[in-house]
């Protein structure tokens, strides 16, 4: 069977304010208490999930052993199954909206919480970088859906 790679970042990344501190991603994932992640490439997605639940693909879910991009990964967990749903966010003025399959969602605590990160977090993991609107996919390890 053939997988698709998703790797879960140990570390805050470079333009987050908590840059280099230890996520707890993993812990959670392995916990079960992050249930989703959120992901850029929202067709590629889409295709790929298509076929996990088809039963021709797995999720890989791994962790870079040291560096990202400059050392090996290594498998944590294998999903089977899992669900997408799309989502798009716009942070202004120190406000966050979001819309996920086109409705909006107000309950932003539960949803950062469920990708494994407090508000303040998610809010800089999206957006430290400066950009103010986000579109991307969010896959679900599962059954929950908003």
Aim: no cysteine.
């Amino acid at each position: 069977m053939k997988k698709v790679n998703l790797v879960i970042s140990r570390k805050f990344p470079v333009k987050h304010p908590r840059a280099g501190q230890t996520t707890g991603l993993l812990d959670k994932l392995l916990k079960g208490t992050k249930i989703h992640t959120i992901r850029d490439n929202i067709g590629y997605w889409e295709e790929k999930i298509a076929k996990v639940n088809a039963g021709e693909m797995y999720i890989s879910a791994k962790i870079w052993l040291d560096r990202p991009y400059k050392s090996p990964q290594q498998e944590m967990r294998r999903f089977t199954k899992a669900g997408l749903q799309t989502i798009e966010m716009d942070y202004q003025n120190g406000r966050l909206s979001v819309r996920i399959d086109g409705r909006k969602y107000t309950e932003l605590e539960t949803l950062a919480g469920n990708d494994g990160l407090s508000l303040e977090d998610f809010i800089g993991w999206f957006f430290s970088n400066g950009r103010t609107h986000y579109k991307g996919a969010i896959i679900h390890f599962t059954e929950f859906r908003y």
